[in-house]
């Protein structure tokens, strides 16, 4: 039988497998466990030391604790060495403690904080010499950290050693520190009032730092020791010795301030103007409203509207610092200037502006904002400066400078044939629309010469420049007109005859009705009849329009007006009853033309049905007006008889691409003769008459 202690412990069997209610993981486990660790405050009982021996007993095992425990971390954790040199400092071993410290400089010197705590020691216990050899060891390895400094030199002042505190600072100087050491200095001094060492310190500062903060605290130094001249020499050798970098807002402020408290008003207005015209206004933000602050507190009208206008002057600088090509910004830039009388100015800025040439010369439109530059640059040399020879200069600059293969501007060459005319300079205006002509001509141009020479009374230049014009352009009808038009004022009706006729004759024009228009006008205004017929059938062979034929029969119908045949009271003479003038010829040929007129629209262009009504309506309303009363209503009855019966009609509407997508309402005319052609028609003609019967006998 075995032995029963040799035996396994029998298992215990789970009989309940299903999952329990409450689920535990393990993350609540670890969590539970720290929370019971929080909440036992484990405190070391108190020990009470009685006799020397437990004494060194406990701070022998408290040391071999720092020991171990500085030989683990004592690298990487500063801590633990501050609390070693903490411990031995209460325990009144000042030795150990400096030899805790010293082992912790010498694995990491650069640690500022040790170096102060060590420092603090020796001076909590009144070590002076310690403390002394402390600093002046910190300060030999790390020059550059300030607080080092300021803890040595407040020691040395303390202990009222005010030498040795000049000494450190010396000692800190020859490293050239920030403006906040050479200030800490200079009120080391001060404090003793040692002026004069103070100012000499200032000399050695702005020497190492010369910047806009060091030359203003140095002025402010001597305005506090009442010496206002040697301040306002500060601010003068700043200026001069800085040179660029002293222009800033900073130092122009603290200037003028500087200036204002000395109650020199004028010389504060000098600097803040200065200041404005040198300083870029992204630069100076606050420098305006100063100056405007200024002015409103010592100035009058005219500098507030002075320190406006330099505003409004920087920033057109910076927007033309920033697109050039910006125009209207030069603009409004010349508007500003020409506002302030400042000519000098004015005319500086129209040469900058008018230098920036549009970036392509081959495109007008590049061109048509830049060239008013020059125009306003002319106008104002010649009507606020009274300059001609500048005035003329200019014109000549523009002029040479636009490219005329290209494209040009006639409103420049007329401006400046128009200055040479106020001038009284009548050959230099000729040779300037000259070379406008044979470089380039324009109708501009060519209206412009012919008027010129015209206000002139030079008849045989004018007919010259109008034979040079139509052989620039012989489809310009304008011009055929307008030189016709000139020889009918001056009695030549030969000559305007012959030049409509040259005109018709032209194989192309831009506007030929208002030609032939015109050249009937001349006939009619002439009373020839006959010629006027004549011009009719010649256009009515050309054209078949249905205008043409209405204004036939309006002349046909109307009375030809006869020069010099108003009696003395001004009152026309009375018509003749019989003859080619008299009321029933017109009226018969007037007629004759609306009927040949509606006969050529049906023949040769049937489609035409609306001009076709419109011809039959004028016909209409011209009986109703001219026929006689006896039988005025058979010839409007005859002219209706013709008209057309308007009907609605419904047509397919397609698309581009030929496809069907409905259809739309039109109206129709039919006319008599067509009514043969569609039989359906008179079914529905029928039904319509029916039904007005039965509406009549309802």
């Not at 040179?243 to 008003?265: H, L, M, S």
């Not at 109708?443 to 052989?471: C, H, S, W």
């Not at 129709?668 to 509406?695: C, N």
């Amino acid at each position: 039988m075995s032995d029963p202690k040799g035996q396994l412990p029998r298992t215990t069997r789970v009989k309940n497998k299903q999952p329990a209610d409450k689920q535990i993981t393990a993350e609540q486990l670890l969590r539970e466990a720290k929370e019971i660790q929080l909440e036992d405050d484990y405190k070391a009982p108190k020990q009470i030391i009685t006799d020397p021996e437990e004494l060194a007993e406990y701070r022998l095992s408290k040391r071999k604790q720092f020991e171990d425990l500085v030989r683990r971390v004592g690298r990487f954790n500063g801590g633990v060495w501050v609390k070693y040199a903490t411990w031995e400092e209460q325990q009144k071993d000042f030795r150990r403690a400096r030899s805790v410290w010293e082992r912790c400089l010498a694995i990491e010197y650069r640690n500022v904080s040790m170096w102060l705590k060590y420092a603090e020691m020796e001076m909590r216990h009144r070590f002076v010499n310690h403390a002394r050899n402390v600093w002046d060891r910190a300060v030999s390895l790390l020059p550059r950290i300030d607080q080092l400094w300021y803890k040595y030199i407040h020691m040395e002042e303390m202990l009222g050693n005010v030498a040795g505190a000049r000494q450190v600072f010396e000692r800190w100087m020859r490293f050239e520190p920030d403006h906040t050491g050479w200030m800490a200095y200079i009120k080391f001094e001060l404090r003793y009032n040692e002026v004069d060492r103070a100012r000499a310190i200032f000399e050695r500062y702005i020497q190492i730092l010369p910047t806009v903060k060091a030359w203003v605290r140095y002025a402010k130094f001597e305005m506090q020791n009442g010496e206002v001249g040697l301040a306002r020499r500060c601010y003068e050798r700043a200026v001069d010795e800085l040179g660029e970098d002293a222009q800033t807002e900073e130092f122009f402020i603290k200037f003028a301030e500087f200036e204002e408290k000395a109650r020199e008003v004028e010389r504060a207005r000098a600097i803040y103007r200065y200041a404005l015209d040198h300083i870029p206004k992204a630069s100076a933000p606050s420098l305006y409203q100063r100056f405007v602050a200024f002015e409103k507190q010592h100035g009058d009208r005219e500098g507030i509207e002075q320190v406006v206008v330099s505003k409004r002057r920087f920033q057109y600088e910076e927007d033309i610092a920033k697109s050039p090509y910006n125009y209207d910004t030069w603009f409004d830039y010349i508007k500003l200037e020409e506002g302030t009388g400042d000519i000098e100015r004015t005319r500086e800025v129209y040469e900058r502006a008018v230098a920036q040439l549009p970036p392509s010369s081959a495109e007008k439109r590049f061109w048509r904002r830049y060239i008013y530059l020059w125009v306003k640059y002319a106008l104002f040399e010649e009507l606020d400066c009274a300059d001609p020879d500048r005035t003329r200069d200019v014109y000549r600059a523009v002029l040479d400078l636009i490219p005329h293969r290209q494209f040009t501007f006639a409103k420049i060459w007329i401006m400046a044939a128009k200055f040479e005319i106020r001038q009284r300079n009548v050959e230099g205006c000729r040779k300037l629309l000259g070379r406008a002509l044979g470089l380039c001509p324009k109708e501009k141009l060519f209206k412009a010469y012919i008027e010129l020479e015209l206000t002139m009374g030079n008849v045989d230049r004018v007919r010259k420049l109008y034979e040079k014009y139509l052989e620039w352009r012989p489809s310009n009808v304008g011009a055929w007109v307008r030189f016709a038009d000139l020889e009918r004022q001056l009695g030549e009706t030969g000559r305007a005859r012959a030049l409509y006729e040259l005109a018709i004759g032209q194989p192309l024009l831009d506007m030929p009705e208002a030609l032939w228009k015109s050249y009937i006008d001349f006939e009619i205004a002439a009373g020839e009849r006959e010629r006027v017929r004549v011009l009719y059938t010649r256009l009515l062979d050309r054209t078949k329009h249905v205008k043409v034929w209405l204004s036939f029969a309006r002349f046909e119908a109307t009375p030809m007006p006869a020069e010099g045949a108003e009696g003395e009271d001004g009152r026309q003479p009375a018509e003749p009853a019989e003859g080619p003038e008299s009321a029933p010829a017109r009226a018969a040929r007037a007629r004759s033309v609306y009927d040949r007129a509606f006969t050529t629209l049906r023949d040769v262009s049937p489609d035409s049905k609306e001009e076709a009504v419109l011809l039959l309506e004028a016909w209409r309303d011209f009986e109703r007006e001219q026929a006689s009363e006896a039988d005025r209503a058979a010839r409007v009855s005859e002219v209706e008889k013709k008209m057309p019966r308007r009907v609605k009609r419904k047509r397919p509407v397609t698309t581009e691409d030929g496809h069907e997508v409905g259809q739309e309402e039109y109206y129709d005319y039919i006319f008599p003769e067509e009514g043969a052609a569609a039989p359906g028609l008179k079914l529905l003609e029928a039904a319509y008459r029916w039904k007005r019967q039965r509406q009549g006998a309802a």
